[in-house]
C-alpha cells in the first residue's frame, strides 16, 4: 500500500513548520537563567512564552505551581491536537499511533490518583489528552469514585484488556508497575505492527520504533542492576529491538559493571551511544545522569534521522519529543522550585 494521494507538497509543508517551531523552543540558556528564578518569576517568564494563551486563560482560577502545571498540560495537549490535524495523509496515521502512548500514562495517572487519595484538580493538572482519549473522556474517569468504576469505564477502550487482567494484582500490590509494562509492551508491538504494514514511510516510522525500544530497554538494564532485580527482568524488556530476551537477561545477570558495559558494547552499532558507554565505564554517574544521557542520545540520533529523511515521520516525531521534554524540564524546575530543592539538584533532572 502507498500514499501517493497527499503528493509530496503536504509533507514538504507540516516538516517546515515543524522545524520552524522546534527552532522556538525554549534554549539552555534560559533553563540556567530558570534556575535562579523563583515560582513568580518563572510564572512571568513563561507567559512571555509560547505559553501565554494558557496562562492567561487560566491565571484567574489558578495561581502558583497549580497555574504553571495546567498550563503546561494544556499547552502540550492543544499542541499535539493541533499537529494532528495538520498532518497530512499516513504521516497522521503513524502520529496518531505514537501519539497512544499517552493514554498509557494519563490512565495509570488517574489509577494512581485514586489510590494515593489524590484530588480531583491535582490529577488533572497532569492530563494530556492527546491519544484516542480525549479530555471530556479522561474527565469522566477523574470524577469516579474508585479504581473499580475506573476500569468499568475503561471498558471498550484499547487499554482495558491488558488492565482488566492485571487490575486486581495491582490493587493487592498497591502498585500497577506490572501493568504499566504489559500496557507499554502492547503498545510497541501495535507500532511494529503499523510500521510494517506496507505504508509509504513506514521503514522511517520503524528506525524510530528500534531506537525508541533500544533506549527504554537499556534504561531498564541500568535500573534493574541498580536495583539488583533479578525477577520478572523479562516481563520489563520490550520486544522488537536490537535485543533477544536471552541477551537482555545476559545483560542484566552481569555482575561487574565494568564487564556489563563491555558486553553491551559488544552489542550495539549506535556511535553516539557507544560513546556514551565508553563515558559511563569509569562508573562515576548516578543512575538518573544515566537516563538522562541515554535520552540526550535518542534526542540527538532523532535530530541525525531528520536531516536524513528531512520530509518524513522523523522531523515530526523528533519536534513531539523535544516539545515533551520542553514540558518536562519547566514542570522539573517549578516543582523543584516549589520544595526549595538545590538548583544543582534540580539541574541534573533537566534535558538540555
Known amino acids: 500500500m502507498s500514499d501517493f ?8 509543508y507540516v516538516c517546515t513548520r515543524l522545524r520552524v517551531r522546534k527552532s522556538k523552543l525554549i534554549p539552555r540558556e534560559d533553563y540556567l537563567r530558570l534556575l535562579n528564578m523563583g515560582i513568580p518569576e518563572i510564572t512571568r517568564f513563561i507567559e512571555e ?17 497549580d497555574l504553571i502545571e495546567l ?5 502540550l495537549a492543544k499542541e499535539y491536537q493541533n499537529i494532528q490535524r495538520i498532518t497530512p495523509g499516513v504521516l497522521k496515521r503513524f502520529t496518531q499511533s505514537y501519539l497512544r502512548k499517552w493514554d498509557i500514562q494519563n490512565v495509570l495517572s488517574i489509577f494512581r490518583g485514586k489510590m494515593q487519595g489524590m484530588k480531583p ?10 491519544g484516542e482519549l480525549d479530555k471530556v473522556f479522561l474527565d469522566r474517569l477523574i470524577k469516579e469514585e474508585t479504581p473499580e468504576r475506573v476500569l468499568e469505564a475503561l471498558k471498550g477502550q484499547s487499554v482495558y484488556p ?8 495491582a490493587l493487592e500490590e498497591g502498585s500497577f508497575a506490572r501493568v504499566e509494562n504489559e500496557l507499554y509492551r502492547q503498545f510497541y508491538a501495535n507500532l511494529l505492527t503499523e510500521a510494517r504494514s506496507g505504508f509509504k514511510g513506514g521503514r522511517q516510522f520503524l528506525q524510530y520504533i ?12 541500568f ?6 532485580m533479578q525477577e520478572d527482568a523479562r516481563a520489563m ?19 561487574e559493571d565494568r564487564e556489563f558495559i563491555d558486553t553491551l558494547k559488544s552489542k550495539v552499532r549506535l556511535k553516539p551511544l557507544l560513546l556514551l558507554l565508553d563515558e559511563l565505564a569509569g562508573g562515576r554517574k548516578t543512575l538518573r545522569e544515566i537516563e538522562i544521557d541515554l535520552i540526550k542520545v535518542q534526542l540527538a540520533q532523532m535530530e541525525s534521522f531528520t536531516k536524513q529523511n528531512p520530509f518524513s515521520i522523523h522531523p515530526i516525531l523528533t519536534y513531539l519529543e523535544k516539545k515533551k521534554y520542553e514540558i518536562f524540564n519547566l514542570r522539573a524546575i517549578a516543582r523543584g522550585k516549589e520544595v526549595n530543592l538545590p538548583t544543582d539538584r534540580i539541574r541534573g533532572y533537566l534535558v538540555m
Do not use: C
Open 5 to 12: 494521494a497527499s503528493g509530496p507538497k503536504p509533507y514538504v
Open 49 to 65: 512564552t509560547q505559553y501565554k494563551k494558557e496562562i492567561d486563560e487560566l491565571a484567574t482560577s489558578f495561581s502558583g505551581i
Open 237 to 255: 524488556m520490550i520486544d522488537g529491538g536490537t535485543f533477544s530476551i536471552e541477551e537482555f537477561q545476559q545483560l542484566i545477570s552481569i555482575e
Open 71 to 75: 498550563a503546561l498540560s494544556w499547552n
Open 162 to 169: 491488558v488492565i482488566a487482567a492485571g487490575f486486581t494484582a
Open 223 to 228: 535500573r534493574l542492576r541498580a536495583d539488583r
Open 121 to 130: 484538580g491535582k490529577v488533572r493538572e497532569i492530563m494530556v489528552p492527546a
Open 210 to 221: 528500534m531506537l525508541d525500544i533500544d533506549i527504554t530497554n537499556i534504561r531498564s538494564m
